[in-house]
């Protein structure tokens, strides 16, 4: 190797990634330096040859490359570039003993050298001399996808892949590949099932041995769902058992399927038992529901026909038992079923189920002694088989009795593999049973004399079956497949799983020795195993997510003859099971060497085991086939692990800035004087020696070894960058070191001592669990920082990965948390607390405490000690800033990199400083506790609570303070504290507002301070005092409200503190002395010492004010809810408020089930408003809609009594009905008239449904009494007195008259007016309209200044504008531009024309769409109290008029609001200003103004009915129909009757005149000659219009629609005369009356009254008058036509 040179000259070709490699660790030794072009990135060194990994991602080899066949000698003494590899970018290499393997960027994988047992998973060829590509498919996915690898290992025939999804994939041959497969070599990569779903995070490739690092389940993060049954046998890979108070998931299922072991290379004595499945990790925290040890998958994978040599040659043909001894309870048995060579145990199945019952008792188990009987009831086991005699093979079984020898305890740490546990052997009469037979008998032996009854329960549901060795795995799928619905359904019946978790630990660190066995648990034998796991998973904080875990598990399988698997024995292992003595030990990495394997954890420290010969373990414990600490002296701490043949490579921290390196194992002699027996007896080390070349390499960044060499990477060390990388690793490997000790040796014993939670108390008890709580996070996160830093120094190097710059802020709110759960421990004297319980767990000097605190002071009392101790973390704040900055200064100053640096450095110096400064306070405010007067300090203590400053030096006063009072204040970080002789007063600062008073005219330096209900001034003694307060104060108060509380403002939010806090702030606060307010809390905002904006008042009683404030009252919208215990249920008010009172539109919901909606003034309903009383159900039982004042029902309502049908509509007072009033009822009866203390008494008038009148007297309801006179319906009456109830007999005297055929004037004097005696309609609802001027800013209407109502609509129309912003879901889009176009307001100079009255009547309309705009709600109320009248029982058709009178009476009354808004419209009646010549015909909406000169009068209804009509309409034209139901009932049979007439027929008998006959009509588009037989074709476009009368609603629009009718009968005429033509009305009428016929209009008459009476009266003597008039007679003759 002439190439090569000693490391000792400096070359300065290279500055990084330079390669040492060496032999053996004696002082002649000298590393010698691989020389390449470029820096090496990763190394790998296989038996007798090595592969490198450069920068630029390429590969060479080197050593001694057989495969290679184009090279003379097969040596490299110089590296070979792998050429066919320089088109990929490699990013990991690996080398096994003779074949190599890469991953290049994009995942995929390459390999070549030896292939003869598939290890470079190629198929065919024994030689791969250059790397090949090897697919690795994933045949889940159809079709197959490629699986993208992250790193490979290799071993001596096999490679394992781990996938970017975490899962491991193997080739090659041997059970270290841990497939369930017995076909070897395996060419094709297949993925290692029992790890899949779990998170592997290294793999590592011992000769016959495979090792992985596991994310521990608990740190799980859940992915995509698994499939739920196992694709082999079909089994539920997942069960669920119901414990009393938490569920176990189970999700340990092996495949039962059997494993065959490739059998020729078996020498060790004790190979081939089968695995052992070892059940999966659950979390530490979590109860552990497990068989400690390991258990068989099922009898059914006893498949493993190779011959087991026992030392003494005996063929095994039994079970062997492996369970630990003596432990407290039933232990779940490992059943090891081995069988003779020759023994086709292949051929049988067996399945031993036991039943839910069989649970024993642990003394049953036990037999004294800890030995077991070794001669069972065997009679019992006979009788129990005589059972099975339907199967072919019972009379087979258990002929001979078996002893079974327990094995003896041995106290003896030698390897107990060595003593002879081994156990004779159960001759079996057939090798057929042996497998059933010695299941039953070594059972049976091992629980002794108690076995009967439980065998009784034992149900061996299958015992054996035969099939033919061809078809034999598809026979055991199905039957398997079969069991499959019961396996699922029963479950596991497991022991305390607490009690169990307790013993776990001591249990796994004992060899698998007999122990008792519980028979419950055989049936485990065909069962997947059961796992505790938190139904949630644990999961880890988000910003974690990209720190590597600590929570990590070793799984290892494949040979263990050497111990190298470390369970404890020297069994092989098919499938990967988890070592279990390294849980929670929180392993980072795992090197295997040839037959040994290392794992180091983050605590720096390794564990070893496996082949010891040399010792390569780095000690001398025994047994070996445990993992155990490597020997190394305090403070060294190891960091990165190789592992060759023989030897173990450690890299670690010393004391000196360099890393060291150690080496444990062999002595490499120079290969010419080394001979065969040398090397295996030559000299080794007892524990790791220290290289002592190692400090002439430089900066070692990682070590690997393989074979009989060892190779470090190392670094020079440029511009100090590297040595500050090394130095900040080095440093966190350190602290976590440190803090890994304060909770193992002082936490944790302190933890275990009983009386420690008495001893200090409840809550101190709870602020120590928090502070170990904030330990063990930032214990936790250092642990992840410092592996995250090695691996750093091993890999990228580049500064952008560092996750204490990435994730500064993780940091820091850590150490913050910390710091507070420490400071609220010292200030509630803890650590005081703490002392005696240190004093009895480590003696009076407690010299560990005082070892751990570094603390240089003598003599310092223990608590002191224990608090300097908690708070050393603090100081690693620095050690961060001073490394950061150290790093910084191998940049440029101008670089990202540099500010980047010097940030986080300014962060963590800053934050260090403010910890600093808060562990002062909380020293201060420790130091205050102990001096303050004692009864107060209980009170006021509290361990967030810090001391700001206090005035006991008198430097504040209280002004107008008595002569003797003595006022002491003190200022928390919470709150202000007025502290007199024996009471204390304390302020919080949330709510406290300071000012200071100016001096000027006092003298005095005073501060005035506000809270919620106190008012006082301070006087301090200077001013420098004053300013120190009030500074102090100020701050606090903004800190109280920035949310930080006791932390202040740590440095790193960037807050600039204000110097005074707002005036306006959101803050809590409970009322003590306000007489409304006692006790209440009240939170929301405030502004100087009153609520103020929006809150919530909480009462203690229950009730609860949620809304708006205004200087201290509920103001605006409020939600108020008040408990009514009595009724169970809540009176609830949501609406306005003013000055703390209800007080304008609300709703309230009495907890009686009454509804009220309407005005409320000072809290009492006031104004207009409606009651809906009765049980919540669908139809409340009455209603009542009207006026109320104080709290009473006064002036105009109606009220609905549903439940006895009746309605009266009148004037009321203090809630009775007084005055005048109408009462309707559902049987058609109506009453007018006088009502007094809520009955008829007085004048009144009585209608029944048949007319029968009376008028009179009345003094009770429905009850006559008095003077009066009764109408029949045919017109005679009675006069005289009377009395009695209406409907029942009437007692009366007085005279009879029956007036005469001619005597019609009588009749006319008698011819009753009904409404004189009802509600005038002008005095309806008055309290409507106020509510209406109220809102425009006006007392009383027609008063105030038009320019208040506009601002007033303008506020409401913004204020509800923002409400639906808030919540838009409230608004449709239409309704929204509604309001948009509704901010417009008219405006307009001069007198009204055409023009602006058009506008004015568009504003209106849209106006009056939306409830928002007072008109709005004006015309809502009118048209819901409108339809709450004439609605239902209100349906009365002696209602009419008073029903038209009311429509009237709102049109003048609107139409008087419209003219205050717009005082320029003239009033009713009145003519428009001339407008421009184009008139009228021009305006598109001119329908509306109908009139002889369209639009040039302005009258209300004109204006307003298009937008109150239609809403009012069925309700009114319901009133109609009724009133004309006889007449057009009349007319409308004579319609039907003479529309049975084709055309000509009815027109001939119309007398119109033959000129205006129709000759044609169009039908369809088509002419037609009118034939006799024709019908409803004449005028067929004059009918269709005039039918449209029935689709409008406001008489113009009816008017508009019969003159289109005349219009269009005169086009037709036209059309057949051809010439210009007059109507006179005799031709006319005819022509119309035929129309009218043929429009067969059902509702005429009551069409006709409603424009009659609603009709415009300028109209009534123009064009549409007389239309209208000629309508009405058509329907008077229709009504009178007789058919001649």
């Not at 080398?95 to 960027?105: I, L, P, R, Y």
């Not at 995070?201 to 994310?215: E, N």
């Not at 055929?1301 to 004097?1309: G, N, R």
């Not at 239902?1432 to 058709?1437: D, Q, W, Y």
Request: aromatic share 8%; glycine share 8%; with cysteine.
């Amino acid at each position: 190797m002439e190439k090569q040179i000693s490391s000792g000259e400096e070359d300065g070709s290279g500055e990084k990634g330079l390669l040492h490699t060496w032999r053996g660790y004696s002082y002649s030794t000298t590393p010698e330096r691989v020389l390449l072009s470029r820096p090496v990135l990763q190394a790998a060194l296989g038996a007798n040859h090595g592969v490198l990994l450069v920068e630029g991602g390429q590969v060479y080899s080197f050593g001694e490359l057989p495969w290679k066949q184009n090279q003379t000698s097969s040596v490299a003494t110089e590296p070979v570039l792998e050429a066919v590899l320089s088109e990929q970018h490699v990013v990991f290499v690996a080398a096994g003993s003779a074949h190599s393997g890469v991953v290049t960027e994009d995942g995929g994988v390459h390999m070549w050298g030896e292939n003869a047992h598939g290890q470079c998973g190629l198929l065919g060829l024994s030689v791969i001399p250059n790397p090949t590509p090897v697919g690795v498919l994933d045949s889940e996915f159809t079709p197959p996808q490629t699986v993208k690898i992250l790193e490979v290992a290799c071993g001596d025939q096999h490679t394992l892949a781990l996938s970017s999804k975490h899962e491991v994939w193997a080739w090659g041959s041997g059970c270290q590949l841990g497939l369930n497969t017995s076909t070897f070599p395996v060419w094709k990569p297949q993925k290692v099932e029992p790890l899949a779903g779990r998170h592997v995070l290294q793999v590592a490739c011992g000769t016959a041995h495979s090792l992985a690092v596991v994310r521990s389940s608990e740190a799980l993060v859940p992915r995509k769902p698994p499939q739920d049954k196992c694709g082999q046998c079909h089994q539920l890979l997942y069960t669920m058992t119901d414990k009393e108070d938490h569920v176990i998931i189970s999700d340990g299922h092996h495949c039962p399927l059997g494993v065959e072991l490739d059998s020729s290379g078996t020498k060790s004595a004790l190979e081939g038992s089968p695995e052992q499945v070892q059940q999966g990790k659950s979390s530490p925290t979590e109860p552990v529901p497990s068989m400690p040890t390991q258990i068989p998958r099922s009898p059914t994978s006893s498949t493993i026909p190779e011959s087991t040599l026992l030392p003494d040659s005996t063929p095994a043909s039994e079970p062997q038992i492996q369970v630990p001894a003596s432990s407290q309870e039933p232990v779940e048995p490992t059943l090891e079923v081995s069988t003779e060579h020759e023994a086709p145990v292949a051929n049988e199945e067996v399945c031993v189920e036991a039943s839910e019952s069989c649970t024993l008792e642990p003394d049953s188990c036990r037999a004294p002694g800890g030995k077991y009987s070794p001669f069972p009831d065997e009679q019992a086991v006979k009788a129990y088989l005589k059972r099975l005699s339907d199967h072919a093979l019972a009379e087979h079984v258990a002929k001979t009795p078996s002893t079974l020898h327990s094995a003896q305890l041995s106290s003896d740490p030698a390897d107990p593999f060595t003593s002879d546990p081994l156990i004779p052997v159960a001759q079996s009469v057939t090798p057929m049973g042996s497998a059933l037979n010695n299941l039953v008998v070594s059972c049976a032996s091992a629980v002794g004399e108690r076995v009967v009854s439980t065998y009784e329960a034992l149900s061996l549901r299958k015992v054996i079956g035969y099939w033919a060795p061809g078809e034999g795995r598809e026979r055991v799928e199905e039957r398997l497949r079969l069991e499959e619905p019961m396996q699922g359904k029963k479950s596991s019946s497991l022991g305390d799983i607490r009690e169990e978790e307790a013993e776990l630990s001591r249990r796994l660190s004992l060899p698998g020795l007999l122990s008792q066995v519980s028979p419950r648990l055989l049936r485990r034998t065909s069962r997947p195993r059961a796992r505790a796991i938190p139904l949630t998973p644990g999961g880890i904080p988000e910003a974690d997510a990209h720190l590597p875990s600590l929570q990590t598990e070793v799984w290892s399988w494949g040979r263990g003859q050497e111990g190298q698997l470390g369970h404890g024995d020297l069994l092989p292992r098919l499938q990967p099971v988890c070592v279990k003595s390294l849980n929670g030990k929180e392993v980072l990495r795992v090197a295997a060497g040839a037959h040994h394997s290392l794992a180091l954890t983050a605590q720096s420290q390794v564990f070893s085991w496996g082949c010891n010969t040399s010792g390569q373990l780095g000690h001398m414990e025994s047994p070996t086939s445990f993992p155990h600490l490597a020997k190394l002296s305090d403070g060294i701490r190891v960091w990165d692990i190789g592992a060759g043949q023989q030897h173990t490579l450690l890299l670690a921290d010393g004391d000196c800035m360099q890393p060291i390196l150690y080496y444990s194992g062999q002595q490499v002699k120079e290969v010419a004087e080394q001979t065969q027996e040398e090397e295996q007896t030559g000299e080794y080390t007892q524990q790791p020696v220290l290289l002592p070349f190692c400090m002439n390499l430089g900066y070692v960044s990682s070590v690997c070894a393989g074979g009989w060499t060892c190779a470090a990477l190392t670094d020079r060390n440029v511009m100090g960058f590297i040595a500050s990388l090394h130095e900040l690793a080095a440093a966190e490997r350190k602290y976590y070191c440190k803090l890994s000790n304060i909770k193992s040796l002082l936490l944790q014993p302190l933890l275990k001592l009983d009386s420690l939670s008495s001893g200090l108390g409840q809550s101190t008890a709870g602020l120590l669990q928090n502070l170990i709580g904030r330990l063990s996070r930032l214990s936790q996160l250092t642990g992840q920082n410092s592996a995250s830093l090695t691996t750093f120094l091993r890999r990228s190097r580049d500064i952008r990965g560092l996750v204490i710059l990435d994730d500064a802020h993780l940091f820091l709110d850590t150490y913050s948390e910390y710091c507070s759960a420490v400071g609220d421990l010292l200030v509630m004297g803890g650590f005081l607390a703490l002392v005696k319980p240190c004093h009895d767990v480590f003696g009076k000097g407690a010299e560990v405490v005082q070892r751990l605190s570094e603390c240089s002071e003598e003599g310092l009392p223990l608590a002191d000690v224990l608090s300097h101790l908690f708070y050393l973390p603090i100081k690693h704040l620095h050690e961060y800033g001073r490394l950061l900055l150290k790093l910084a200064t191998c940049y440029e100053v101008s670089s990202v990199d540099y500010q980047k640096l010097q940030d986080a450095c300014s962060k963590y110096e800053s934050m260090a400083l403010h910890l600093k400064r808060r562990r002062k306070e909380a020293e201060c405010t420790l130091h205050f506790w102990k001096s303050f007067p004692g009864k107060m300090t209980d009170s006021l203590r509290k361990p967030s609570r810090r001391l700001i400053c206090e005035s006991s030096n008198k430097a504040l006063t209280l002004q107008n303070a008595g002569r003797f009072s003595v006022n002491w204040f003190m200022l928390f970080n919470d709150a202000l504290v007025h502290a007199q002789f024996s009471t204390h007063h304390i302020f919080p600062l949330a709510t406290l507002w300071v000012e200071p008073i100016s001096e000027e005219n006092t003298g005095l330096y005073g501060l005035k301070v506000t809270s919620p209900e106190e008012t006082f001034t301070l006087l301090a003694s200077s001013p420098a005092e004053k300013a120190k307060w009030f500074r102090s104060i100020n701050q606090a108060v903004e800190q109280a409200l920035s949310g930080l509380g006791h932390d202040g403002i740590p440095p790193t939010t960037g807050v600039t503190q204000r110097t005074d806090p707002p005036i306006s702030r959101t803050a809590s606060y409970t009322f003590y002395k306000d007489s409304r307010l006692k006790e209440a809390t009240y939170e929301g905002r405030w502004v100087s010492g009153k609520p103020h904006g929006r809150g919530v008042v909480k009462w203690l009683d229950g009730r609860m004010y949620t809304g708006a404030f205004k200087n201290g009252l509920e103001d605006g919208f409020g939600d108020y809810v008040v408990p009514n215990k009595n009724l169970n249920s809540c009176d609830h008010y949501q609406g306005q408020w003013k000055d703390g009172k209800m007080h304008g539109f609300g709703t309230f919901r009495y907890s009686s089930g009454e509804v009220y909606e309407g005005s409320f003034q000072d809290n009492m309903r006031h104004g207009h408003g409606m009651l809906r009383s009765g049980k919540l159900n669908s139809t409340s039982p009455s209603v009542f809609i009207g006026q109320w004042q104080y709290d009473k029902k006064s002036g105009y309502g109606v009220f609905d009594d549903i439940t006895r049908g009746e309605k009266y509509m009148g004037m009321w007072l203090d809630d009775q009905r007084q005055g005048n009033g109408v009462v309707v009822t559902q049987f058609g009866l109506y009453y007018e008239g006088a009502f007094s203390n809520n009955k008829m008494m007085g004048t009144g008038v009585l209608l029944s449904e048949d007319d029968t009148t009376f008028e009179g007297e009345f003094s009770e309801d429905w009850t006559l009494n008095g003077k009066g006179m009764l109408t029949m319906p045919n017109g005679d009456y009675i006069e005289g007195s009377f009395s009695g109830v209406w409907g029942t007999g009437l007692k009366m005297s007085g005279s009879y008259y029956k007036p005469s055929l001619y005597d019609s004037d009588k009749e006319k004097a008698h011819a009753l007016k009904l409404g004189r005696l009802a509600v005038h309609s002008e005095e309806k609802w008055k309290a409507v309209f106020v509510e209406c001027w109220n809102r425009l800013g006006c007392d009383h209407p027609g008063q105030g200044q038009t320019t208040t109502a506009w601002d007033n609509i303008a506020v409401a129309l913004t204020a509800n504008l923002r409400q639906q912003r808030d919540s838009p879901e409230l608004l449709s889009r239409s309704h929204h531009k509604t309001l948009e176009s509704l901010e417009c307001i008219p405006h307009h100079v001069g007198p009204v024309t055409l023009e602006v009255y058009h506008t004015i009547r568009r504003y209106l309309v849209k106006a009056c769409d939306t409830p928002l705009h007072p008109l709005g709600r004006l015309v809502e109320t009118l048209v819901s109290v409108y339809r709450m009248t004439y609605v239902g029982v209100g349906a009365n058709r002696r209602l009419l008029p008073q029903a038209v009178n009311e429509i009237k009476s709102y049109l003048s009354r609107i139409f008087q609001l419209v003219r205050f808004l717009f005082p320029d419209l003239p009033e009713e009646g009145g003519s428009l200003a001339d407008p421009p010549k184009e008139t009228g015909g021009s305006d598109p909406a001119g329908k509306q103004l109908e009139s002889p000169k369209p639009g040039c009068v302005v009258s209300s209804s004109a204006l307003l009915l298009p937008v109150l009509l239609p809403r009012l309409y069925p309700p009114l034209f319901t009133l109609y129909a009724l009133e004309k139901e006889k007449e057009d009932d009349v007319y409308w049979e004579c319609v039907l009757r003479l529309n049975k007439q084709p055309d000509l027929a009815l027109l001939t008998f119309l007398g119109v005149q033959q000129k205006f006959w129709p000759v044609t009509v169009t039908v369809h588009g088509e002419k037609q000659q009118v034939l006799s037989s024709t019908k409803d074709a004449c005028f067929a476009s004059a009918v269709e219009t005039l039918q449209q009368i029935s689709t409008t609603f406001t008489p113009s629009d009816k008017l508009q629609v019969i003159q289109l009718t005349f219009e269009e009968i005169t086009q037709q005429v036209l059309a057949l005369l051809k010439q210009d033509f007059l109507w006179s009305m005799d031709d006319l009428f005819p022509v119309f009356l035929f129309v009218v016929l043929r429009a067969r209009i059902r509702n005429l008459g009551s069409e006709v009254s409603l424009i009659e009476d609603l009709m415009d009266p300028c109209v009534q003597h123009g064009e549409h008058g007389i239309m209208f008039t000629t309508l009405k007679a058509c329907y008077y003759q229709i009504q009178h036509e007789k058919v001649t």
